[in-house]
């Protein structure tokens, strides 16, 4: 009767466990965090140098179109998806162009 009793409190306390931990979701970043104050930085005509000193590495280098740079920012919370997706466009080694 006694090892009934335990059992049955193990199961209940596990079983409340395992609730409170589907309640709770972490946020999830992913990506390059897009700041206004970076963003204000650039300036047209700086290196690729200069660019990656200032925003850090981009998420997406495409090999084929060495020319174009996705800097790319997703947070995902419990109700909703936040986007930021910042490109910049280059002739040779200096920026040329900037998309929001």
Not at 72 to 88: C, G, H, M, R
């Amino acid at each position: 009767m006694r090892m009934r009793k335990l059992l049955i409190s193990i199961t209940i306390l596990a079983s409340l466990s395992l609730t409170a931990c589907s309640i709770h979701r972490l946020d999830v970043q992913q990506g390059n965090v897009i700041e206004q104050d970076a963003v204000a930085q650039l300036k047209l005509g700086i290196t690729k140098d200069q660019v990656i000193f200032i925003m850090g590495t981009p998420l997406i280098m495409d090999v084929f179109r060495t020319n174009r740079w996705d800097y790319v920012y997703t947070l995902k919370k419990k109700d909703s998806i936040e986007k930021e997706k910042l490109t910049l466009f280059f002739e040779g080694d200096t920026l040329a162009r900037i998309e929001k």
